[in-house]
C-alpha cells in the first residue's frame, strides 16, 4: 500500500499539467468571435445618424417641442 501511494506521488510530481491543445481552441475561438462582434457593432454605431443641434434628454423627458412658425 505505501509503495502505490509513493508511486502516485512521484508521478503526479513529474506529470506537468496545462491547458493543452483544448484550452488553446477555446482562446482562439473567443478572440475570433469578439473580433466578430466588435465589426459589427462597429458597423451599426455608423449607421446611427444623430442631430448634433437636436433636443437633449431632458428636454425630450419633459416633451419639449421647438415652436412651429
Do not use: H
Given at each position: 500500500?505505501?509503495?502505490?501511494a509513493a508511486a502516485a506521488e512521484a508521478?503526479?510530481?513529474?506529470?506537468?499539467?496545462?491547458?493543452?491543445?483544448?484550452?488553446?481552441l477555446v482562446v482562439i475561438f473567443?478572440?475570433?468571435a469578439l473580433l466578430?462582434?466588435?465589426?459589427?457593432?462597429?458597423?451599426?454605431?455608423?449607421k446611427v445618424d444623430f442631430d448634433d443641434e437636436g433636443?437633449?434628454?431632458a428636454e425630450r423627458m419633459r416633451g419639449h417641442r421647438e415652436p412651429s412658425d
Open positions: 500500500m505505501y509503495l502505490m508521478e503526479s510530481e513529474n506529470a506537468e499539467i496545462g491547458p493543452g491543445l483544448l484550452g488553446f473567443l478572440l475570433v466578430v462582434l466588435y465589426r459589427s457593432m462597429r458597423k451599426q454605431i455608423r433636443l437633449t434628454d
